[in-house]
T-cell receptor, first 114, second 112 residues
Framework: SQKIEQNSEALNIQEGKTATLTCNYT??????LQWYRQDPGRGPVFLLL?????KEKRKERLKVTFDTTLKQSLFHITASQPADSATYLC?????????????FGSGTQLTVLP | DTGVSQNPRHKITKRGQNVTFRCDPISEHNRLYWYRQTLGQGPEFLTYFQNEAQLEKSRLLSDRFSAERPKGSFSTLEIQRTEQGDSAMYLC??????????FGSGTRLTVV
């Protein structure tokens, strides 16, 4: 069955360091992969999308890589700030005709310590 | 337009009662999705509309669940004969095309 694994339920890092979050998937081939941020009691907020033919994508302090051979995506936050503390969800996505349902991992809770 | 709006934000109901949630998507978005999220888990797909047509339903969506999107605008999700296992956050999202969903803040359902 399809499975998505995100590294360790919680990740604590010091302010200013780079946070690296991992998303591994098995038993399917996504056309693209999305990353979302979720704060407590709120819905997820879209951050970045990377397609299977792209190796890397950047947006401000965020960088995402997508390795379809390893079936893995890495999500980096450089120069992290306490305001980056949240749960980050990855969503490998299959393009299946009329529907593009997201399948989410369980998330990694990031805490940036001042 | 201020984004995806969901009402109510919180709902407490007794087991066996029916509940209905409403989602108002971003007006120009033709696609609308319902997800369910429990504590410590990622959102799980329930159903998907393109305009007014319900095109996909998850196996999670039992016969007690029904969703509508009349005229391709707002959507409702109804749960009949609620059970304690239905307690969760119900999230609605919309998109124009399939990329980069915009989620609402969700409706938290507690079945007592």
């Amino acid at each position: 069955s399809q499975k998505i694994e995100q590294n360790s339920e919680a990740l604590n890092i010091q302010e200013g360091k780079t946070a690296t979050l991992t998303c591994n998937y098995t038993n399917y081939s996504p056309a693209y992969l999305q990353w979302y941020r979720q704060d407590p009691g709120r819905g997820p907020v879209f951050l970045l999308l990377i397609r299977e033919n792209e190796k890397e994508k950047r947006k401000e302090r965020l960088k995402v890589t997508f390795d379809t051979t390893l079936k893995q995506s890495l999500f980096h936050i450089t120069a992290s700030q306490p305001a980056d503390s949240a749960t980050y969800l990855c969503a490998p996505t299959i393009s299946s005709g009329s529907a593009r349902q997201l399948t989410f991992g369980s998330g990694t809770q990031l805490t940036v310590l001042p | 337009d201020t984004g995806v709006s969901q009402n109510p934000r919180h709902k407490i109901t007794k087991r066996g009662q029916n509940v209905t949630f409403r989602c108002d998507p971003i007006s120009e978005h033709n696609r609308l999705y319902w997800y369910r999220q429990t504590l410590g888990q990622g959102p799980e797909f329930l159903t998907y509309f393109q305009n007014e047509a319900q095109l996909e339903k998850s196996r999670l969506l039992s016969d007690r669940f029904s969703a509508e999107r009349p005229k391709g605008s707002f959507s409702t999700l109804e749960i009949q004969r609620t059970e304690q296992g239905d307690s969760a956050m119900y999230l609605c999202a919309s998109s124009l095309g399939g990329d980069g969903y915009t989620f609402g803040s969700g409706t938290r359902l507690t079945v007592v």
